[in-house]
T-cell receptor, first 118, second 113 residues
Framework: AQKITQTQPGMFVQEKEAVTLDCTYDTSDQSYGLFWYKQPSSGEMIFLIYQGSYDEQNATEGRYSLNFQKARKSANLVISASQLGDSAMYFCAMREGPSGGSNYKLTFGKGTLLTVNP | SQTIHQWPATLVQPVGSPLSLECTVEGTSNPNLYWYRQAAGRGLQLLFYSVGIGQISSEVPQNLSASRPQDRQFILSSKKLLLSDSGFYLC????????????FGAGTRLSVL
C-alpha cells in the first residue's frame, strides 16, 4: 500500500479563490510528521508547512493551512486567496517516527499539479 | 540564514561516462544531507542520506554512490552512467534531531544519452 496518496493529478482554481489539495497517509506509528512542498516549474522544492501527529491545532503559515484529520489519516493543504504564482506541483510527504528520532526518511506522494487561472 | 547550493544545474552526459554532482550547505553545521532523484512526472525517491562526515546510508542499491568529504559537502557520483540514470537530482539538508524539515537545492537535470 502506498504510504502517501494524492488522488488529484491536477487541479484548477480561479485567482483569489481558495483550493484544497488532498493527501491521505498510511502509517502504524503513533508519532509522525506531515509536510507539504511546492515545486514550481524551475524544479526547486519549497517547504510550505509542517504538522506533527501530536499537534492539537492545525498548522498555518500565511495563506497555507493544513487540515489535519488524524482519524481519517488525511492532511489536506488549503491555499487561500490563490495567486498566479501558486501554479506549481504540490507534494505531500511523511516522516514516520518521532521528531528528533533516527528516521530521517521522508516519503513523498506523486504530487498534484495546481493551475491558477486569471 | 542557511543556503544550499547545488551544481551544475543541467548536465548532458553520454552513457558510460562518469558523474559528479556537488552540493554544499552554508550557514549551519553538522546538517543531515540527502540526495533524491525525481523521474519525470513522479515523486521523489531518496537515494542517500548522511548524518555526518563519512557516514552514508543508501536507500536504493544502484549505479550511484555518495560521499561526504566535509561537514557541509555532499557528492553524488557514478563511475559509468546508464540511460536509466537520467532524471532530476535534488540535494537537501535538515537540522539534526529536529522535525526533519528538509530544505532543497535547485536541482540538477541530468540527461544520459
Amino acid at each position: 500500500a502506498q504510504k502517501i496518496t494524492q488522488t488529484q493529478p491536477g487541479m484548477f482554481v480561479q485567482e483569489k479563490e481558495a483550493v484544497t489539495l488532498d493527501c491521505t497517509y498510511d502509517t502504524s506509528d503513533q508519532s509522525y510528521g506531515l509536510f507539504w512542498y511546492k515545486q514550481p516549474s524551475s524544479g526547486e522544492m519549497i517547504f510550505l508547512i509542517y504538522q506533527g501527529s501530536y499537534d492539537e491545532q492545525n498548522a498555518t503559515e500565511g495563506r497555507y493551512s493544513l487540515n489535519f484529520q488524524k482519524a481519517r489519516k488525511s492532511a489536506n493543504l488549503v491555499i487561500s486567496a490563490s495567486q498566479l504564482g501558486d501554479s506549481a506541483m504540490y507534494f505531500c510527504a511523511m516522516r514516520e517516527g518521532p521528531s528528533g528520532g533516527s528516521n530521517y526518511k521522508l516519503t513523498f506522494g506523486k504530487g498534484t499539479l495546481l493551475t491558477v487561472n486569471p | 540564514s542557511q543556503t544550499i547550493h547545488q551544481w551544475p544545474a543541467t548536465l548532458v552526459q553520454p552513457v558510460g561516462s562518469p558523474l559528479s554532482l556537488e552540493c554544499t550547505v552554508e550557514g549551519t553545521s553538522n546538517p543531515n544531507l540527502y540526495w533524491y532523484r525525481q523521474a519525470a512526472g513522479r515523486g521523489l525517491q531518496l537515494l542517500f542520506y548522511s548524518v555526518g562526515i563519512g557516514q552514508i546510508s543508501s536507500e536504493v542499491p544502484q549505479n550511484l554512490s555518495a560521499s561526504r568529504p566535509q561537514d557541509r559537502q555532499f557528492i553524488l557520483s557514478s563511475k559509468k552512467l546508464l540511460l536509466s540514470d537520467s532524471g532530476f537530482y535534488l540535494c537537501a539538508w535538515s537540522h539534526q534531531r529536529a522535525k526533519n524539515i528538509q530544505y532543497f537545492g535547485a536541482g540538477t537535470r541530468l540527461s544520459v544519452l
